[in-house]
């Protein structure tokens, strides 16, 4: 859904007083808890509460195998060349790792964003499809990015109910919140982008291909490696590689690689007293004033004034560097 196309906030098949209540009731219900600003846990390990109340910057990250269905407010993703503009009854969908950049916007005190994030694993995915005997060799064989925005229906909503209910019953959240995650997935998968959430190129990793190299950079993000060497450990070209890399993460394999290593140093830089030159060796570089001058470039300032800057914003840092 790039910006240009955007109708955020919406919905084509169902009524949208209908629709608009039924995220108002999932509203009022998070309205329950004590929403610390960020992101907040909750008895069910997958399920997060994401509360911002003011606008924020394009911040870089990266998007993790996730679901972000969002309750009020709205938000900017920057993915490549696109930006996608989403608000309240859309959600977010990411398959695997992508850097990618997001911003929320309108958000007050009085109106905060808010949002639902379900994480989940390609390996979930994958169990629902074998077991519920999904035919997924009928879908489009082309590939997509690993990351898209769309839009929740009145099943979906009623899945998000159930499950936020079970917060007034931890004893039976953790059996029962397993089984209302696969019912989820299940729906997303029979839905209109089912063939986007399962993209079997990057589901199986033993087979040589894209989904292999993306997994192996994603393990040995320190390593030096070239394109050549790459492409050639998972039976590819060169040019294949590139084509496929980029189609689904919207860069190539040494971009992807050196977003990894930013935001990995980044993070060991705001989890404890770690230096720049320290975080730099530790993610792979080999030359400080590189490690510098990639790390302005994404950020915007130095390290430590980076690092700086983050301790001092009024939003706690969540100790991840994943866009919410």
Not at 31 to 50: D, H, N
Not at 135 to 143: F, T, V, Y
Not at 210 to 226: L, M, P
Request: charge should be positive; charged fraction near 25%; include cysteine.
């Amino acid at each position: 859904m790039p910006e240009s196309g955007s109708d955020a906030g919406g919905t084509q098949d169902k009524p949208v007083s209908i629709h608009k209540k039924a995220l108002g009731q999932l509203l009022a219900f998070t309205e329950r808890f004590s929403l610390a600003e960020g992101r907040t846990s909750t008895v069910v390990p997958y399920l997060s509460i994401v509360k911002r109340s003011r606008e924020t910057e394009c911040i870089p990250g990266v998007l993790t195998p996730s679901f972000c269905l969002i309750l009020q407010g709205g938000k900017k993703l920057y993915l490549g060349q696109e930006v996608y503009r989403y608000g309240a009854g859309d959600y977010l969908a990411s398959l695997i790792d992508i850097p990618a950049s997001a911003q929320v916007v309108g958000a007050t005190e009085r109106s905060p964003y808010i949002g639902l994030r379900i994480d989940f694993t390609t390996q979930e995915i994958a169990s629902v499809v074998m077991e519920a005997g999904i035919d997924a060799e009928s879908w489009e064989k082309g590939l997509s990015k690993g990351a898209f925005v769309g839009k929740s229906d009145a099943e979906l909503l009623d899945i998000f109910s159930r499950l936020l209910k079970l917060l007034d019953k931890p004893s039976d959240a953790r059996f029962l919140s397993e089984l209302l995650k696969r019912e989820m997935i299940f729906h997303l998968l029979s839905g209109d982008n089912g063939h986007l959430f399962f993209q079997k190129v990057l589901f199986d990793q033993r087979a040589d291909g894209v989904g292999k190299a993306i997994q192996w950079i994603k393990e040995n993000y320190s390593r030096s490696f070239t394109v050549e060497e790459l492409a050639k450990s998972c039976n590819m070209s060169v040019s294949g590689l590139h084509h496929k890399f980029k189609a689904i993460t919207t860069i190539g394999p040494l971009q992807y690689q050196k977003q990894l290593r930013l935001q990995e140093a980044r993070r060991l830089m705001l989890s404890g007293p770690v230096g720049a030159t320290t975080a730099a060796l530790a993610v792979g570089y080999e030359s400080p004033s590189q490690f510098n001058r990639e790390y302005r470039r994404l950020f915007g300032l130095p390290p430590l004034q980076d690092i700086k800057a983050m301790r001092k914003s009024a939003v706690p840092w969540t100790g991840a560097a994943a866009v919410d």
